[in-house]
């Protein structure tokens, strides 16, 4: 199965980006260290209160469980955040990399980014809507696919919809950052048009991203699943010094600890890749007024983006192709 991306490219361009990838590492790191603390926290308090009512194993468990979830909650309310600093930042420097620009080092490339961030999305909250709304898309499209696939009159067609159910929603994970790397390299004015044409682009060279996606979901699935058997072990033994944290936490908490790995290192990898596959694969292409009505019935979503892109502000809409400086990010 041939691939449209190239490994040792986008190794490449996580080498030139290293500044950011340890600014990533050390924010999902403080992360993950929370969820340890505030869940080792939560069962501590649970142990004491669980003691004096004669079961403290009980109460350890039921507070760390609680601890955990007040950590998933100042997740979730960080999350627009994330985006905006960390993911977005990463995809702006990866573009100029990608179309051959020099960009700063150190700790330089960190406010670098931020700048060319804050070109394209004045507000977090612009990009944040922006980003949900291409979600909400992918997964009406998506989804009709699969529904479509499974009335294939092939035997054993349901696991192998099953299968491509997985493959698709792991390269769902990447595709909304890649249509943001797109804005970004069109220097898109209008941020809701550029989307529009990414998505009609993804759309009618769908089999394309999911011949891809197979060596993207294979690579980094067992990646993190190996760096959580290594990071299994060390964590048994932190949560051991909380009371009554021990059992299932320590493999929720390994969890979140292969989490935070993946999102810092191995992630960005994927996304780069994908963003080779997506540019490669667009190069020199227009958006098919049949796959855009395609999209429109099949997602109430991408309907309000058009309103969006039509009512934006009296800009200009984002041409069909990135430039051609260097049409093989990572080349």
């Given at each position: 199965?041939?691939?449209?991306f190239s490994?040792?490219?986008?190794l490449?361009?996580?080498?030139?980006?290293m500044?950011?990838?340890?600014?990533?590492?050390?924010?999902?790191f403080?992360?993950?260290v929370?969820?340890?603390?505030?869940t080792?926290?939560?069962?501590?308090?649970?142990?004491?209160?669980?003691h004096?009512?004669?079961?403290a194993?009980?109460?350890?468990?039921?507070?760390?469980?609680?601890g955990f979830?007040?950590?998933?909650?100042?997740m979730?309310?960080?999350?627009?955040y994330?985006?905006?600093?960390?993911?977005?930042?990463?995809?702006?420097?990866?573009v100029e990399l990608?179309d051959?620009?020099e960009i700063?080092g150190g700790?330089?490339?960190?406010?670098?980014?931020?700048?060319?961030v804050?070109?394209?999305?004045?507000?977090?909250?612009?990009?944040?809507?922006?980003d949900?709304?291409?979600?909400g898309?992918?997964?009406?499209?998506n989804?009709?696919?699969l529904s479509i696939?499974s009335l294939?009159?092939?035997?054993g067609?349901?696991?192998?919809v099953s299968?491509?159910?997985?493959i698709?929603n792991l390269?769902?994970?990447?595709?909304?950052?890649v249509i943001?790397?797109?804005?970004?390299?069109t220097r898109s004015?209008?941020?809701?048009?550029?989307?529009?044409?990414a998505l009609?682009?993804?759309?009618q060279?769908?089999?394309?991203?999911?011949?891809?996606a197979v060596?993207?979901?294979?690579f980094?699935w067992?990646?993190?699943f190996?760096v959580f058997?290594?990071?299994l072990?060390?964590?048994a033994?932190?949560?051991?010094?909380?009371?009554?944290a021990a059992?299932p936490?320590t493999?929720v908490?390994a969890?979140?600890?292969?989490?935070?790995v993946?999102?810092?290192?191995?992630?960005?990898i994927?996304?780069t890749a994908l963003?080779?596959v997506?540019?490669?694969?667009?190069?020199?292409?227009?958006p098919?007024?049949?796959w855009?009505?395609?999209?429109?019935n099949?997602?109430g979503?991408?309907r309000?983006?058009?309103t969006k892109a039509?009512?934006?502000g009296?800009?200009?809409?984002?041409?069909?192709?990135?430039p051609?400086?260097?049409?093989t990010?990572g080349?």
């Amino acid at each position: 199965m041939k691939k449209n991306f190239s490994f040792s490219n986008v190794l490449g361009l996580m080498r030139q980006t290293m500044p950011f990838l340890i600014f990533r590492f050390l924010i999902y790191f403080g992360i993950t260290v929370g969820f340890v603390l505030i869940t080792g926290t939560g069962a501590g308090i649970g142990y004491g209160m669980g003691h004096i009512a004669d079961n403290a194993p009980a109460g350890g468990f039921w507070g760390g469980l609680i601890g955990f979830g007040i950590a998933g909650g100042i997740m979730y309310f960080i999350r627009e955040y994330l985006l905006y600093i960390v993911k977005a930042g990463h995809i702006a420097v990866l573009v100029e990399l990608a179309d051959g620009k020099e960009i700063p080092g150190g700790r330089g490339q960190i406010d670098y980014a931020r700048e060319k961030v804050r070109e394209r999305f004045a507000e977090s909250s612009l990009l944040f809507g922006l980003d949900q709304l291409i979600k909400g898309i992918l997964r009406a499209f998506n989804r009709v696919f699969l529904s479509i696939a499974s009335l294939l009159p092939v035997p054993g067609a349901k696991g192998l919809v099953s299968f491509l159910n997985t493959i698709v929603n792991l390269s769902l994970t990447y595709l909304d950052e890649v249509i943001l790397a797109y804005i970004m390299r069109t220097r898109s004015t209008n941020p809701w048009k550029s989307s529009q044409t990414a998505l009609i682009l993804y759309a009618q060279n769908y089999t394309s991203f999911l011949k891809n996606a197979v060596w993207l979901a294979v690579f980094i699935w067992v990646l993190t699943f190996l760096v959580f058997l290594i990071v299994l072990g060390p964590v048994a033994l932190l949560v051991g010094l909380f009371p009554g944290a021990a059992g299932p936490l320590t493999l929720v908490l390994a969890v979140v600890f292969a989490w935070g790995v993946k999102q810092a290192v191995i992630e960005p990898i994927g996304m780069t890749a994908l963003m080779q596959v997506f540019f490669t694969v667009t190069e020199g292409q227009t958006p098919n007024p049949e796959w855009e009505a395609k999209l429109d019935n099949v997602s109430g979503k991408f309907r309000e983006l058009k309103t969006k892109a039509e009512n934006w502000g009296g800009s200009a809409p984002a041409p069909a192709t990135p430039p051609s400086e260097n049409p093989t990010p990572g080349g």
